[in-house]
């Protein structure tokens, strides 16, 4: 299916949505310095994990108000809210007010938003794409987030450290623009029956679809196989989403700059913030230019062997990170990073869908998501753990989480394959 032939509300959302990515990569990757500055690394994984898990619950109701109220309101909403949020952290970050603490106020008010936005924007996809081309949608969407990631923060590594407030200001103003005209230009692509369902059920309060969303979750108690994919996913999550976390803090207080190039005088240098936006759009490039060709290579071989490799890959990776101190070095490592992480995407939605019974499946892949939300509700624990036994010994522990990930796999599979012998 070619762009050309997108329903209308498509083409808005992906020229849209990538032109927020680019400004919101420029700045998201530096927050936790920004916090880590104000707060102490202490303070900002304390905050930042509340951050998160207010997150968590937002994208629950998400999906409920999603189907309630409609795909085009909540992604309007959504998309105001971010405006405001942004707004208020980039009046916090100026020299007129700077007010760290209402800075956090706006993020967290924006990420709110935010949480509220993906699922009727990934529901809106399913409503108008047929299923045989959903996935070639959703791929393409994929690409342009992470062509966005590789721009966005090399943007970031020039504009935000001496402007902050005017890269917040501009993602706030970019927000209401994408919001007004995602107002007037969208259609509403909510299914008649559900929007008729919910105007029978209009007295059924929100809290009832919350619990029985988390009540959903007890699938994962019920299959062991399961269980330990969600444990093992959740260990492992803690070494990739420092990436985002304790990367960039680690960055700017160990490496001071360091040389790119040389030659006879000229010198091509950059600083640690400089140097982690770089790492991040690296990584960006990475998994735009070889995503499909490490997905096709992973089919030859067996699960048990991805799923551990694609483990102690990260745990090299991170290893890896932590012993360099030059720009090739860093990229060395953050190339074994990210073929940890193509290693694993693919493979582990197809093994879902093959423990889940057809009438469970989404149930399986909701479940499936902890690995996730939990995870980024734990991850910002690294960020004081490193102030209180230093970087080192973080990484250590970061390593090691991975390796008993791929553990955890080895058993997991190891109780899959008796149950399918069986």
């Given amino acids: ?16 949505e990538a032109a927020f990515n680019v400004i919101f990569w420029a700045f998201f990757p530096f927050l936790s310095i920004y916090f880590a ?12 994990i509340l951050s998160q898990t207010l997150s968590v619950f937002a994208n629950l109701l998400g999906g409920y108000c999603a189907d309630r109220f409609g795909r085009k309101r ?17 009046l916090a970050a100026s020299p007129l007010l700077s007010m760290p603490i209402i800075g956090f106020i706006g993020f967290s008010f924006a990420s709110l938003s935010g949480s509220l936005y993906w699922p009727a924007s990934q529901a809106m996809v399913a409503d108008v794409v047929e299923e045989e081309h959903r996935s070639s949608v959703f791929a393409i969407f994929y690409t342009a987030a992470n062509m966005a990631v590789v721009v966005g923060p090399l943007l970031g590594s020039i504009l935000y450290e001496d402007n902050p407030y005017v890269v917040l200001a501009a993602a706030s103003l970019f927000c209401i623009l994408l919001a007004v005209l995602m107002s007037r230009s969208l259609h509403e692509t909510l299914p008649n029956h559900l929007a008729n369902r919910h105007r ?27 269980l330990l994919f969600i444990i093992a996913g959740v260990l492992l999550s803690q070494t990739f989403m420092q990436l985002d976390l304790l990367f960039p803090v680690f960055l700017q207080e160990t490496v001071h700059a360091t040389t790119i190039f040389s030659y006879g005088n ?12 770089m790492i991040v759009s690296e990584n960006g490039l990475f998994v735009a230019l070889f995503t499909v060709l490490v997905t096709k290579w992973m089919l030859v071989y067996r699960d048990r062997y991805v799923f551990i490799g694609g ?41 879902v869908s093959r423990l889940a019974s057809e009438q469970m499946r989404g149930q399986y892949f909701a479940a499936s998501s902890l ?32 390796v008993l990930s791929a553990v955890m796999y080895n058993i997991m599979f190891n109780r899959f394959d008796r149950q399918t012998s069986q």
Avoid: C, H
């Fill in 371 to 402: 690995r996730f939300t939990l995870g980024r509700t734990i991850a910002p624990l690294s960020i004081p753990i490193s102030n209180w036994i230093g970087f080192s010994w973080t990484f250590t522990l970061l390593a090691g989480l991975a």
């Fill in 74 to 90: 909540m992604m309007v909403i959504a998309a105001y809210g971010q405006a405001i949020g942004y707004g208020v952290f980039a």
């Fill in 311 to 351: 483990a102690l890959f990260y745990a090299l990776g991170i290893a890896m990170f932590s012993q360099m101190s030059t720009f090739w070095g860093f990229t060395l490592a953050i190339a074994v990073f990210t073929l940890a992480e193509l290693m694993s995407a693919g493979p582990q939605q197809a093994f």
């Fill in 200 to 226: 029978v059920n209009v007295g059924e309060p929100w809290y009832r679809f919350l619990a029985v969303q988390l009540r959903d979750y007890r699938i994962i108690a019920a299959d062991r196989v399961f």
């Fill in 1 to 16: 299916m070619k762009i050309r032939d997108w329903d209308i509300n498509l083409k808005i959302r992906l020229g849209g």
């Fill in 37 to 48: 500055n104000s707060f102490g690394k202490g303070w900002t994984g304390l905050l930042l």
């Fill in 266 to 277: 000229w010198i091509l240098q950059v600083s640690g913030k400089q140097l982690f936006g």
